[in-house]
């Protein structure tokens, strides 16, 4: 029998009952995954554009990660999908790597210092849209580890285009290709 374990690593202001993360858990649910959620504490505001601040969030999210997910006994899984989003994706990348966790990685809109920890493992969702990360400093770091990138076009940070319709699209196509992932093990 295959243990299969889903993390799922919000960002700020973006938890797990926004679309992504939503519909990604029901994705693993349906999968017969086990599902953690992380839940951060005090993060700091105003961190778009600050990266004093951005270094001091994803630090406390760290600790955060370290102490939900301490007793996890990560041998006894198959197989392991760490689901982020935005500062979750720098978060994801760097515990898994502290942890010699062999986690599959779905990266939804990471931020271009996420790249700091991103390994050569793993899928990218971007959208050319997004004002936290420049779409040629995504496509080249995507390119330098050989990570999968899916580009939506005008999608912002949230992978939305102010089009309800064209939205619904897109998460749709987002979801199909996290699920082929998913189906790779």
Not at 5 to 20: Q, T
Not at 140 to 159: F, P, V, W
Request: charged residues 25%.
């Amino acid at each position: 029998m295959i243990n299969k374990l889903a993390v799922l690593f919000p960002g700020i202001g973006y938890h797990c009952d926004k679309p992504l993360l939503y519909y990604s858990r029901k994705l693993v649910r349906e999968m017969d995954y086990e599902i953690r959620e992380i839940h951060y504490g005090s993060l700091p505001s105003g961190v778009k554009g600050d990266g004093t601040k951005m270094r001091q969030a994803f630090i406390q999210a760290l600790e955060d990660v370290t102490e939900q997910l301490s007793n996890v006994p990560w041998s006894s899984y198959n197989d392991i999908v760490f689901i982020s989003k935005s500062l979750g994706t720098a978060v994801a990348a760097a515990y898994a790597k502290q942890n010699a966790i062999p986690a599959r990685q779905i990266y939804y809109t990471p931020v271009e210092a996420s790249f700091e920890a991103i390994g050569t493992m793993g899928i990218v969702f971007h959208g050319t849209g997004d004002s936290w990360a420049d779409t040629k400093v995504i496509c080249q770091k995507c390119k330098d580890r050989g990570i999968k990138l899916y580009l939506t076009e005008g999608a912002n940070h949230s992978m939305e285009t102010g089009d309800t319709i064209k939205d619904l699209e897109n998460i749709r196509n987002i979801m199909t290709q996290t699920k082929k992932y998913l189906l790779e093990m």
